[in-house]
């Protein structure tokens, strides 16, 4: 089983890429919380400028050209301005990698667009790709083949394990029906079966560990809410090790919270695990007492759940990892939510 104590999910607003990564070290590396193992370094993430989205990073790597259109993103044959400011940017980064992480971080967690939301995001002939099946099986498949080469080049370069963070915003979007570009040409709702197929091709072409954030709660579709034990079979075959859940999600009712409870449960013997993020209302904290009692009311919270749902109590660390949630911070929101969540892996380590 893969597991990683706990993650962030942060953008930053720094203005130097070298600042962000060593700012990025300093809230992963050299802190004094010990979750029991190493902590996966989340490759730094900066604000502003239309090359440093996510879809245009995505896109890059896979070495899928791109332009901006009033409504987003397009495929196009060759490379636009977009495309290059973002390959620079990249460049950039990976020098800053080479130079700063090696014999420091152990774990390298690379941030990319899933395949659904890069589908719903990029526009192919005036519609989402996901309106040609053909041009959306394609792109997925150079998705999946370039990020295996990038982590394996990456992973060569800085001496570490390489894992990817997918992800997929637009899920819920796909599943329930993309709008069209007019409103008489929307997409058809996807088949769940169907999204978590190419989650399973997706990770299995990628090859190295995977874990799923759909930037807020996992739909219940996926979840089997509606569907039962089947959905929750076909999510843990996906091949991510780790799928990460809002901490509102986990009490929403009680429908949900059994389905969670059983995805969990089920998913014990093929090594994939959880991660719960911290809750929205306790990331204001600033002050070293506010953050150990946000940590300690997530840990606690979170133990609470793990006993309502009559799991071993021993399994409860190596299947719940702590998380930052999605979302763009200063440097000093960026320290202070890391802070909360490390200090809650430590916690729940310890119980």
Partial sequence: ?????????????????????????????????????????????????????LAAVTASLADVHVRTTPRGWELTAHPSLESRRTSGYLREVWDL??????????RVLVHVLGPWSMGAQLEYRGHSVIADRPAFKDMALTMGEALREYAERLGTALGAEVSIAVHEPEVCSVIDGLPG????????????????????????QVGVPCVLTCDGAVPDALIGVNSGADAIGDLCATGF???????AQLGASTTVTDAIGSLVGGAMGTGVGIGVSVPDSVL??????AIERAAEKTSKNILCQWSQWTLPPEMLSTCVDVTVPEGIRTPEEAICAAAIARCAAHMLRNY
């Fill in 1 to 53: 089983m893969t597991r990683y104590g706990w993650w962030e999910n942060t953008v930053t607003t720094h203005s130097d890429l070298r600042a962000a990564t060593l700012s990025t070290l300093r809230r992963t590396v050299d802190v004094d919380e010990d979750a029991g193992v190493a902590p996966a370094v989340s490759l730094m993430r900066v604000s502003g400028g239309v090359g440093r989205n």
């Fill in 97 to 106: 990698a080479e130079e700063l992480l090696p014999g420091c971080a152990e």
């Fill in 181 to 204: 570009a007019t409103r008489f040409d929307g997409l058809d709702p996807v088949d769940p079966e169907i999204i978590t197929g190419v989650w399973r091709r997706f990770v299995g």
């Fill in 241 to 247: 090790c780790r799928i990460e859940f809002p901490f």
């Fill in 284 to 289: 204001n904290s600033r002050s070293a007492t």
